[in-house]
């Protein structure tokens, strides 16, 4: 009879090994795209690692992407991807809080309006 011990990590995606106390934090230091490619290479569209002692989780099927980004973003915190990730990604779908996204949708919106109506109406319309 063999009595195996249920690791405490068992429901978390797969993904690196790291250290006790640093997790992953130096490979992901040392080169962060190689880092994210080999871990999405290597542990499918769905890791985790550590940094430090905060659990990331690395969605790379674009399923997935679609589903954080779009589908059920509303339930997903960005704000320590975004600072660890803004260095590579800069201001991207990937990085960027929901409300000044939408912000953003919403002005370029009523500048194309503004500019449709300046077509439309013709010159000395405020664009």
């Known amino acids: 009879m063999s009595?195996?011990?249920?690791?405490?990590?068992?429901?978390?995606?797969?993904?690196?090994?790291?250290?006790?106390?640093?997790?992953?934090?130096?490979?992901?230091?040392?080169?962060?795209?190689?880092f994210l490619l080999q871990t999405a290479r290597?542990?499918?569209?769905?890791?985790?690692?550590?940094?430090?002692?905060?659990?990331?989780?690395?969605?790379?099927?674009?399923?997935?992407?679609?589903?954080v980004l779009v589908t059920d973003a509303k339930h997903y915190i960005k704000h320590f991807g975004a600072r660890a990730f803004k260095p590579v990604l800069g201001n991207g779908l990937q990085t960027v809080v929901a409300s000044i996204l939408a912000a953003n949708r919403a002005s370029v919106r009523n500048r194309c309006a503004l500019r449709a109506n300046a077509a439309r109406w013709g010159p000395g319309t405020p664009t």
């Open 3 to 34: 009595l195996a011990i249920p690791s405490i990590h068992s429901d978390l995606p797969p993904g690196p090994k790291g250290t006790l106390l640093g997790g992953n934090l130096r490979q992901f230091r040392s080169g962060l795209l190689d």
């Open 42 to 67: 290597d542990y499918g569209p769905l890791a985790s690692f550590r940094i430090g002692q905060r659990r990331v989780f690395l969605a790379s099927g674009p399923d997935l992407i679609e589903q």
